[in-house]
Each structure stands twice: as C-alpha cells, then as structure tokens.
C-alpha cells in the first residue's frame, strides 16, 4: 500500500471533551446565523455539491493554525481540518472570510491501538463523535463532516467501517444539513468496495493522493465511476515516491518544480476526470516539518508563501497574480546536484551554488542553512520535531554562490537556500549530502 500524509494523530478523548467548551457561535462578537444546507446530488453528467441549493465546488486547502484570509484572499472557498481541537475557532475564523469547513472528526484509526473488535471502546468513540456533532451541526461555516482521515491505512479489520457507518447514520439522523464523508488513502477498487458494501451511507468518498494521482484516470473509469468522490489531499510527490540518493535519501523537489507539477497534475489529471467530483483541498496550506521543513509545506517557517500559492491561485481565480514568487534551480554542492550523489570529505570546503530568477524582477536577497538529515521513521504524516540549523559552516550565505565547510563529523545532511523577494514571496531548493571521513 502506499504511504500517505495525514497531519495530527487523534486527540484523546479527554482533549478533545476538554476542546468541546459550551459557548455560543460568535463571530467578531455578534451573533450569527445558523446551518446551511449541504447535499450531493445526482446530475445528467455525473454528481455535484449543492450549497444553498446552488453549485458548489469545493476550491479549498488543507490547513491548520493559518490565516484563514490568505485562502480566502487567493480565491479558495473552503478548509478542511485533521481533527476538532480548536473548532469553534476554526469555523468562526472560516466563516468570516467566506470559507467553509469540512470538519474531521476524531475516529482513531487501527495503528494507533484502537481495536475495532471491542463494542465498548466502539461505544465510547461513538458517543463522543456524537456529542461534537451535537456541538458543531448548526454553525453556517459547516461544509461536511470527515468521519475518520485514512483509516485504511495500515488497515487490519474492515470493521472500522462498520463503525463508520454507524457514526454516519447518526450523523444524518441529528444534522439533516450536512453530508458525510471519510477520507482513505488511494482510491482502488478494493477499498471502495469495502466502503460501499460497509459505510454505505456515506454521501461520498474522499481520496488522498500524491504521486499515485497519476492514477487517477484509471479510477475515473473504474472504482470512482458511478461514485461522487473529492479530492481531500493532493500536492508534491511524497518523500515515499521520489528519487533516492544511494543512501537513501529523499531527494526533495525544488519550489518551483513542485509549482509546476501542480499546474501539470491539476490541468492534464483533475480536470479531464471531473465528472463525479465534488471538489479538491490542496496539501498543506501552511508549514510543517515532514522529512524536512519544506516538503509538503506551501509556506516556509517565517510565513512567506512559495510559488505553489501563485499555482493555486492561478487555479482558483483564472489568472496569475499580481506579484508572483521567485523562481529557483537546483542547488550544486560541488559542482554535483543531488542527483549525482554529493559526497563530501570531513572538513574540506566546497562551493555551493544556486539560479534564482523573480519573474517581476524584484531583487532578491538569499540564504543558506545547514541541518542534519532527518532521521524520522515516522508514517502517515506523525508529528516530528523540528531540526536545528548547523551554524557556522557556510560563508557568503547570503549569495548565489557560497561556500560550504563540511561538518566535522560524518553523517547524513542536508543544504538548504531560500530566496526571498521585496514583495513578501520565497523559493527554496535543498540536497541531502553524506559526509565523509577522509580514509574512506
């Protein structure tokens, strides 16, 4: 199977109680209007979302812990979540820039220990989804409720849907506005049939999909083609899918190849297979360290939006903006890129280089780090610490062209160089590198 990137590991079920304070709906202190209908129907081509009774596709990112206003600024309509901790805030800060949310509710998937076989830790989950439905159902930012984020993963006992289903039917029994999904990794026929024939009440399916997306045609016209399905992760290739160095590690893309395998992927594999979906989420608006700070991260740690955000607006909206971000190369290490394997020798000093180009002609400003390679074993998108820079290896770091001092001790690392512009926009590109002693 393969990999897949979800954000938070369930909270437990006291967190998430102690999440659930009684307040009312207020946004900018006022008082706001309750639920909206939501429904997925059926059509002469296919199936689509209905908001108010009128068309509704979803243009929306996976985000946590943002400014909601940028997604609505760059003509998204709508977020989705990993779990309930801070939802009212979530929901309040959704509604007031015109977003909705599609809310993922805390069902704990099998390799986090919950067995599926046992009717009262079943019955507990049941009745704490239960009481944040009560909780949440009216707020008018409210799109759709996620029962459970890749619970296939890892997957042992299809009963997990079983309890789906029932979370579902229960879901539609006290909140007649909102439909129901939950989110599974790829989309091939085995899993889809386990949902159809165990969690049939679901409005429609979610698939999460990075390189594998490429597949996306074959299920069009297979498993996804008499099924209403949105796309609720989609973005870079993952750290499981791409190039290796021959000590395997990944080899990240640069910003601006991952900008443009956005534009390819949306324009020649979404669209052309649009016919039963309801919408997509982009992954991840915003910055977290998945392998390394970068990755899967639209944003970098200092808030700066990548190119992937002028791809997504251009998306959204038809158009570019105004001032788009820096376009960046690859980096060289030596005169090789990671592609060729960087080796260094302890100690020794090597030029390291790098190509910006700002379509706007904004000057730029660089900067180089250095950090140890990760050493996370960690799946599914599990939390990981975040790794220090190395400090004063590299001269010249804020060049085009530096020079970098290798660590006195061998490992794995990892170069990395931003670019920024006067406009508040960044690129970045990194090559992992394996430092070596000299009498090897």
Not at 309 to 325: C, K, L, S
Request: charged share 25%.
């Amino acid at each position: 199977m393969r990999k897949s990137v979800c954000l938070l590991q369930p909270l437990p079920a006291i967190a998430v109680v102690a999440a659930l304070a009684f307040c009312p709906f207020s946004v900018a202190d006022e008082e706001i209007e309750g639920p909206i209908k939501v429904e997925v129907v059926k059509t002469e081509n296919g199936y689509q979302m209905l908001r108010e009774g009128k068309p509704y596709f979803v243009k929306g990112a996976g985000a946590t812990g943002s400014d909601y206003g940028k997604v609505a600024a760059n003509g998204g309509n709508s977020i989705r979540t990993w779990g309930v901790d801070m939802a009212l805030d979530k929901l309040d800060a959704a509604h007031r820039h015109g977003l909705t949310v599609a809310l993922c509710l805390p069902v704990v998937s099998e390799r986090f220990g919950f067995d599926y076989n046992n009717p009262v830790r079943v019955q507990e989950q049941f009745d704490l989804v239960e009481s944040i439905v009560h909780r949440y159902k009216d707020h008018p930012a409210l799109l759709a409720w996620i029962v459970g984020n890749e619970l296939n993963y890892n997957m042992r006992n299809p009963r997990v849907y079983d309890a789906v289903n029932d979370i579902s039917k229960r879901i539609h029994e006290i909140d007649p506005y909102h439909p129901t999904t939950t989110t599974v990794a790829g989309a091939d026929t085995s899993i889809v049939r386990i949902l159809q024939r165990r969690a049939p009440d679901l409005d429609f399916i979610s698939i999460q999909l990075y390189g594998a997306i490429a597949d996306l045609p074959k299920y069009a016209k297979s498993s996804l083609r008499e099924v209403p399905f949105m796309i609720t992760e989609w973005g870079p290739l993952g750290h499981w899918e791409i190039a290796m160095t021959p000590w395997n590690a990944p080899i990240e893309h640069t910003s601006s190849e991952k900008a443009q395998r956005l534009v390819d992927t949306y324009n020649d594999l979404i669209l052309p297979n649009d016919s039963n979906l309801l919408g997509t989420y982009i992954f991840f608006w915003g910055q977290k360290q998945e392998r390394t700070p970068t990755w899967y991260s639209m944003f970098l740690e200092s808030g700066e939006p990548t190119e992937a955000v002028d791809v997504m607006y251009h998306i959204w909206n038809g158009e570019w903006p105004e001032n788009r971000a820096p376009a960046i190369g690859r980096v060289t290490v030596g005169g090789k890129t990671a592609y060729d394997g960087i080796r260094l020798i302890v100690g020794e000093t090597y030029e390291v280089t790098v190509e910006v180009r700002d379509p706007d002609e904004d000057p730029v400003t660089l900067l180089w780090t250095l950090k140890k390679e990760s050493d996370s074993t960690g799946e599914g998108g599990d939390f990981e610490e975040s790794i220090d820079d190395i400090p004063f290896l590299i001269a010249d770091r804020f060049q085009s062209t530096a020079k970098l001092t290798a660590p006195p001790n061998s490992g794995n690392y990892r170069i990395f160089v931003y670019a920024y512009d006067d406009q508040g926009n960044a690129a970045h590109a990194n090559a992992p590198m394996l430092v070596e002693n000299g009498s090897q």
